[in-house]
């Protein structure tokens, strides 16, 4: 079994940072592919960005240019650094995680609420 552990969301001004982070743990062989989504109320869950084993990242349109997705392989971790956020970037935040010979978890969502 696979758990994950989101941290990193809350409350920033129009404008400001953050930093999410999803720390795996559990019986992992090899995580591949390593990904946020993002659910806003009334709204399908969408992809941010994701990053291969290798490191190569994929970014919604949206958020190009402002959000940098990044991983520790060694702590089983992924990153998402927000930057320039905006009202419309409030969403419940969910990392996602491939690992190799196990199958695909979800974290449990962390919100982030952009709002001066």
């Known amino acids: 079994q696979v758990q994950l552990v989101e941290s990193g969301g809350g409350l920033v001004q129009p404008g400001g940072s953050l930093r999410l982070c999803c720390a795996a743990?559990?019986?992992?062989?090899?995580?591949?592919?390593m990904g946020w989504y993002r659910q806003a109320p009334g709204k399908e869950r969408e992809l941010v960005a994701r990053i291969s084993s290798g490191g190569t990242t994929n970014y919604a349109d949206f958020v190009k240019g402002r959000f940098i997705i990044s991983r520790d392989n060694g702590k089983n971790t992924v990153y998402l650094q927000m930057n320039s956020l905006a009202p419309e970037d409030s969403a419940v935040y969910y990392c996602k995680l491939v690992v190799l010979q196990s199958g695909d978890y979800w974290g449990q969502g962390t919100q982030v609420t952009v709002s001066s």
């Open positions: 743990s559990g019986r992992i062989f090899r995580i591949n592919t």
